[in-house]
């Protein structure tokens, strides 16, 4: 059994910044993926970036590139994202989630084990 627990979400005004953490614990794979994915009301849930097993390779959707840096310490099976320049469309509950495939890495599908999530919400 596999759980990850996601914090560090808040209510933060446009422009500010905030950093989510996962934690990983329990049966852990040393060689999946840790993707971080959003829904906002009445919408789908959605890929927002992805790091490799190895922490060498990040992913971006094309929404958070330059804003949103995705990081992993492997020994400690701990993931981050950090958010800079939110904007109110940011505003979602954010999923940490660990997943198989690095070549379906940006498919939610991909992904077997998610936390419980944590908001964020962005103030215009």
């Known amino acids: 059994q596999v759980q990850l627990v996601e914090s560090g979400g808040g209510l933060v005004q446009a422009g500010g910044s905030l950093r989510l953490s996962c934690v990983v614990s329990?049966?852990?794979?040393?060689?999946?993926?840790m993707g971080w994915f959003r829904q906002a009301p009445g919408k789908e849930r959605e890929f927002v970036a992805a790091i490799s097993w190895s922490g060498g390779s990040t992913y971006y959707a094309d929404s958070a590139k330059g804003r949103f840096t995705i990081s992993r310490d492997v020994a400690k099976n701990i993931g981050a994202l950090q958010m800079n320049s939110l904007k109110p469309e940011d505003t979602a509950i954010y999923y940490c989630?660990?997943?198989?495939?690095?070549?379906?890495?940006?498919?939610?599908?991909?992904?077997?084990?998610w936390g419980q999530g944590t908001q964020v919400t962005v103030s215009s």
């Open positions: 329990g049966r852990t794979f040393s060689r999946y993926v």
């Open positions: 989630a660990g997943g198989y495939s690095e070549t379906l890495i940006h498919d939610k599908y991909n992904y077997g084990y």
